[in-house]
């Protein structure tokens, strides 16, 4: 089994920071180590984009949109990982989910097709 759990999502101004914090387990949990994890995010109405990513190794990838505002860490230790949100816009609203992502050319597409429940994260301007 998969089990991927999601939080720290909140209502923020913006401008105001949060962190996010998600728990692998199962699975998950079992290749952690050696897994790739970034966070999704999906807005009312769009899409769910990988927006962070960090490898085994630590190399870190952002989307645009978030690069410099955002940054995504790792603790193996306790199978989790963090995503630390700063200057958040109203654009950041949206469920932030965890997974791991695999790269083709071209893009990206999570490895494991159980998701979270997400967490809520809504700025308000």
């Known amino acids: 089994q998969v089990q991927l759990v999601e939080s720290g999502g909140g209502l923020v101004q913006a401008g105001g920071s949060l962190r996010l914090s998600c728990v692998a387990s199962?699975?998950?949990?079992?290749?952690?180590?050696?897994?790739?994890m970034g966070w999704y995010r999906q807005a009312p109405g769009g899409e769910r984009d990988l927006v962070a990513a960090?490898?085994?190794?630590?190399?870190?990838d952002y989307a645009d949109s978030v690069k410099g505002r955002f940054a995504i860490s790792r603790d193996n230790a306790k199978n989790t990982v963090y995503l630390q949100m700063t200057s958040l816009k109203p654009e950041d609203t949206a469920v932030y989910y965890c997974?791991?992502?695999?790269?083709?050319?071209?893009?990206?597409?999570?490895?494991?097709?159980?998701w979270g429940q997400g967490t809520q994260v809504t700025v308000s301007s």
């Open positions: 997974n791991s992502p695999l790269y083709f050319p071209g893009g990206t597409r999570p490895l494991f097709n159980s």
């Open positions: 960090i490898g085994s190794g630590g190399v870190t």
């Open positions: 199962g699975s998950a949990g079992t290749m952690f180590n050696i897994n790739a």
